[in-house]
T-cell receptor, first 114, second 114 residues
Framework: GENVEQHPSTLSVQEGDSAVIKCTYSDSASNYFPWYKQELGKRPQLIIDIRSNVGEKKDQRIAVTLNKTAKHFSLHITETQPEDSAVYFCAASIGNTGFQKLVFGTGTRLLVSP | DTEVTQTPKHLVMGMTNKKSLKCEQHMGHRAMYWYKQKAKKPPELMFVYSYEKLSINESVPSRFSPECPNSSLLNLHLHALQPEDSALYLC?????????????FGPGTRLTVT
């Protein structure tokens, strides 16, 4: 089955710096890679995702890159702000029947200091 | 309505109790999911319902019994739980059909088993 590794487990940056979180997956059939942000006591929120037919996707200050050959994908946050502080989970899934069986990485706790 | 809702927010139950968790969405999503999330861990998939039929059961103990009475509602019936079952139980939903569809999470029910 699919296995997703995520690094680093914690990341501390100064406000305005960039943050990068990296994930690797094991199953070459995976075709969907979402990223979720989870603030303390709250639900996971989908912040960006990428399909396997795309190499990069950007949405304002966040971007995701995918290297299918190496089975790597990464989340990039630029100009970080204190409100970016949260736990970030990557996930990978195989699915072409309309629902996704997500396997999550272990999470990265991002702390942005003012 | 663009949200997944869950009730109750918190639940404390003894090991001999029977209780139920409820999840509701009115986005027309036909895939619904139950996840379990322990503290400082990623969500783990428990069950997937597709068009009100159970499609995936991730070898979950029978003391957890899911039910999907209609396309908007998902229940999780709990009986004879163990203290290690204490966790945040998250519901999610996604559209159903061809292609890849994003999953959106509810706020969760924080369950404590005493």
């Amino acid at each position: 089955g699919e296995n997703v590794e995520q690094h680093p487990s914690t990341l501390s940056v100064q406000e305005g710096d960039s943050a990068v979180i990296k994930c690797t997956y094991s199953d070459s059939a995976s075709n969907y890679f979402p990223w979720y942000k989870q603030e303390l006591g709250k639900r996971p929120q989908l912040i960006i995702d990428i399909r396997s037919n795309v190499g990069e996707k950007k949405d304002q200050r966040i971007a995701v890159t995918l290297n299918k050959t190496a089975k790597h994908f990464s989340l990039h946050i630029t100009e970080t702000q204190p409100e970016d502080s949260a736990v970030y989970f990557c996930a990978a899934s195989i699915g072409n029947t309309g629902f996704q069986k997500l396997v999550f990485g272990t999470g990265t706790r991002l702390l942005v200091s003012p | 309505d663009t949200e997944v809702t869950q009730t109750p927010k918190h639940l404390v139950m003894g090991m001999t109790n029977k209780k139920s968790l409820k999840c509701e969405q009115h986005m027309g999503h036909r895939a619904m999911y139950w996840y379990k999330q322990k503290a400082k861990k990623p969500p783990e998939l428990m069950f997937v319902y597709s068009y009100e039929k159970l499609s995936i059961n991730e070898s979950v103990p029978s003391r957890f019994s899911p039910e999907c009475p209609n396309s908007s509602l998902l229940n999780l019936h709990l009986h004879a739980l163990q203290p290690e079952d204490s966790a945040l139980y998250l519901c999610a939903s996604s559209q159903q059909g061809t292609g890849i569809n994003e999953q959106y999470f509810g706020p969760g029910t924080r369950l404590t088993v005493t």
